[in-house]
């Protein structure tokens, strides 16, 4: 126990300042690396792939809206094609809202069947445009980005970006970018429109 001569000393003092600049110290450090690594993102599971609640693309942050997916069924068996997950700026279960305006969006379609043909994705494609009633260069652009069959564990990505337009990834590798909004709604359009082909699939990704 302190007495009356050593709790004013200067040794004493001397090591209480000490102590402080230690926690300070440590109390700076902390807040440098939270400020750093900022707020953690959960995944959401779905059909066995994981999908993180929010992502950054080109420095906008965009969240899950709503994940989906799709089967098809043979006799009597159902068999998984895709997941797949929409981020948007704002969450939103409004499909022709969404079309309307002119802010980022990310469809991410993971593979869970063994083998998807080309064909068979390319003649699903030029079905769901004509359906739309979109046809041109640009449909014909992006068709010939499936050069080949996708499997398991494969993506297919489409990324809309205001005054850029809508880059193509698959297999991890940019196919290119297609310019302009009107491409862009006829695409997402296909997903998420009042005429989209699978309404299951519109409903998941709307997250209603």
Request: glycine content about 10%; charged content about 25%.
């Amino acid at each position: 126990m302190l007495n009356k001569n050593q709790k004013g000393s200067p040794k004493h003092l001397k090591e209480s300042c000490h102590i402080m600049k230690n926690c300070l110290l440590y109390c700076v450090i902390l807040t440098l690396f939270f400020s750093l690594i900022g707020s953690p993102t959960h995944a959401v599971e779905r059909a066995g792939v994981q999908f993180e609640d929010s992502i950054e693309i080109e420095g906008a942050r965009l969240t899950l809206n709503g994940l989906a997916v799709r089967s098809e069924r043979v006799l009597f068996m159902n068999f998984k094609i895709y997941v797949a997950g929409l981020y948007l700026l704002n969450k939103s279960q409004d499909g022709e809202a969404i079309l309307a305006s002119d802010t980022p969006r990310h469809l991410v379609m993971h593979f869970l069947h063994s083998r998807v043909r080309r064909k068979e994705l390319t003649d699903a494609w030029k079905e769901s445009f004509t359906r739309h009633n979109y046809q041109g260069e640009k449909v014909d652009q992006f068709i010939a980005f499936h050069s080949e069959d996708l499997k398991r564990g494969e993506k297919i990505i489409f990324t809309y970006l205001p005054g850029e337009g809508t880059r193509v990834t698959m297999k991890g590798k940019v196919c290119g970018t297609i310019a302009g909004k009107e491409f862009a709604d006829a695409l997402f359009s296909v997903y998420i429109g009042n005429n989209a082909g699978l309404p299951g699939i519109r409903d998941g990704l709307l997250g209603r």
